[in-house]
Structures are given as structure tokens and as C-alpha cells.
């Protein structure tokens, strides 16, 4: 994990775990079913920032027989347990929640400290918020979107804290919405509709996060413009005919795996060819910014 990376973890463990505190004992005070909901999803997701530092941790340990590529894709592991977490933990509590203030209304009470305690986390979670932003447009083009720069980014953890920190900032909203409509409508149930409008996004979020990372779990390539770089550069030799294949997979969020199969001259001796082969590793490694496991093969085009 890249310090970035890490400070936007850190600041949002932070944040989370004073605004669960906070939002529980609110929760206490006033019964409101929203507040509750929040409380245990930002329960959650200080749970989860404590599950992608240890991915992090794990992720750096060194090669061994058994896992001889290293352990890069722990973070790619850790990251989808997230989801699961975000899903069963925040999302099903929140649904469940909001049945049961359904069927049982009880409008919530002491409205001014739940709507300071939703003000104070709001404020929390718009910092947590601004530094995950600052620390991911450090790694985003300029002319990537967010949801391309989410679909498309091998750094997990910023993905992970930024659609959390999204979706705790809607659902604080929304569940400030629902206590003060509550409360001036004197209807209960307004506090429930917001408990399960967070159960809903939270899972929308969690279901997102998960697709995401099994496609990372599952092996995905380099990034089609890394593709090219890298591949322009193995064929910038004269000594090279064409690129019979190339094939790249993500060993972790930092390490590519590369093969390829290069159509070499054939008037080059074995010394000359292993000397144009290591001069191609050269190349390729000097295009891309991340650590390359190269393998090439001399092979000719059929």
C-alpha cells in the first residue's frame, strides 16, 4: 500500500470510529431507527479501514515456495471482505432496522442531539472525504472520470474509502432527513424510510465494491494504454520483427506479470538473442511505473 493510500485509510478509520461512537450513543437518546443505522455502518467501515491495513501488512510479505509471485493480492482479498462486511453489517442491519421501526413506529425524541451528533459526523465524514479525493488525484488522469477512475484503478483501498465515504455522507443526510421529517410530521415512519434507503445504498455500494474486486481477485490485465506503452517499447528494436503475443496480469496493485512471445532476426547468434532479450526487459520496465515480472520467449510468427 502506497502512502497515500494509507493516509486516506488512517484518516478514515479515524473519522469513522469517533462518528460510530458519537451516533451510537445518539441512537440511545432519541430510538431513532436512521441514526441507529448509521451507527452501525460506520461501525462497519471503521471495521473495514482496520481490514485493509492489514491486507496492506500482509500484502508486503516476501515470496515463498507455496506463493512464489508474492502476496500482492492479499489487498485484493482484504478489499472484497470489505464488501461483504459493507453488505451483511451495514446494509441488512440497516433494511432490518427499518422494517422493525415499520411495523413498530416510536418517533424519535431529543432532536436537537441527534441532528448535532448527524452535523458533527457529517463534517467528519466531508474530511475523511476531501482527503480520500486529494490523496486519488495523485494516481488519476486529469481526463479519467471517478467512476472510470473506481472501475478501473488496481489501489483498492482508494476505492473502497471513497464509495464508503460517499455513501456515509448520502446516508447521513438522508438519515438527518429522516429524523427531523419525523419528528415535525410527528410520523415515525419517515425515520424508518430513511433507515432503509441507507440499507439500500449501502448495499448498492457493497454489491459495486464486490464485482470490482473479483475481477482484481480473478486476474486482470494491465491497463490498455499500459499494454501499449509496453508493447511499442518491446517492438523498438531493430532486432525485433514483430510481437507474436503479449499476455499481462496484476500480481497485486503494484506488480505486473508479463509474457510475450517476441519474432526475433534470425541472423542473431544465442548470445545476441538473449542480449536483445534482456535489452527488451530493459524497455519494457522503463515505460511503466509499477514493478514488472517479465518473461520473454523467442518464438516465430506462423
Given amino acids: ?15 469513522n470510529s469517533g462518528i460510530a461512537v458519537a451516533k451510537f450513543v445518539g441512537a440511545l437518546l432519541t430510538g431513532s431507527a436512521g441514526m441507529l443505522a448509521e451507527a452501525v455502518h460506520s461501525a462497519a467501515d471503521a471495521g473495514n479501514q482496520a481490514l485493509l491495513l492489514l491486507g496492506g501488512k500482509r500484502a508486503k510479505r516476501s515470496p515463498n515456495a507455496e506463493f512464489q509471485f508474492g502476496f500482492g493480492r492479499e489487498r485484493y482479498f482484504w478489499s472484497f471482505v470489505v464488501a461483504l462486511v459493507l453488505f451483511s453489517m451495514g446494509g441488512l442491519f440497516a433494511l432490518y432496522e427499518g422494517v ?13 442531539i441527534a441532528i448535532g ?4 459526523a457529517i463534517v467528519l ?14 494516481v488519476k488522469p486529469k481526463s479519467l472520470s471517478w467512476w472510470k477512475f473506481i472501475k478501473t484503478t488496481k489501489q483498492p483501498e482508494l476505492a473502497v474509502v471513497l ?3 460517499v455513501g456515509a455522507e448520502v446516508g447521513l443526510f438522508v438519515a438527518l432527513g429522516g429524523v427531523i421529517t419525523a419528528h415535525y410530521t410527528h410520523d415515525a415512519r419517515w425515520d ?20 470490482e474486486m473479483k475481477g482484481l481477485l480473478m486476474g486482470e490485465s494491465a491497463l490498455p494504454e499500459q499494454q501499449e506503452l509496453i508493447e511499442r517499447a518491446l517492438q523498438d528494436d531493430p532486432r525485433v520483427r514483430s ?19 517476441i519474432d526475433f532476426i534470425d541472423t542473431l547468434s544465442v548470445q545476441q538473442l538473449a542480449q536483445a532479450i534482456n535489452d527488451a526487459k530493459v524497455r519494457a520496465r522503463s515505460v511503466v511505473d509499477a514493478t514488472l515480472r517479465i518473461y520473454i520467449e523467442s518464438d516465430i510468427r506462423r
Avoid: C, W
Fill in 117 to 120: 451528533i448527524l452535523v458533527v
Fill in 125 to 138: 465524514e466531508t474530511f475523511s472525504l476531501t482527503l480520500a479525493i486529494k490523496e486519488a488525484n495523485h
Fill in 163 to 165: 464509495l464508503e465515504d
Fill in 100 to 112: 422493525q421501526k415499520l411495523l413498530h413506529p416510536h418517533e424519535p425524541s431529543k432532536l436537537y
Fill in 243 to 261: 510481437i507474436v503475443h503479449l499476455r499481462t496480469m496484476h500480481l497485486g496493485p503494484d506488480e505486473i506479470l508479463l509474457t510475450a512471445k
Fill in 1 to 15: 500500500m502506497n502512502d497515500g493510500s494509507k493516509r486516506a485509510v488512517y484518516a478514515a478509520f479515524g473519522a
Fill in 192 to 211: 424508518a424510510i430513511g433507515s432503509l434507503t441507507i440499507g439500500i445504498l449501502l448495499i448498492v455500494i457493497a454489491l459495486l465494491l464486490a464485482v
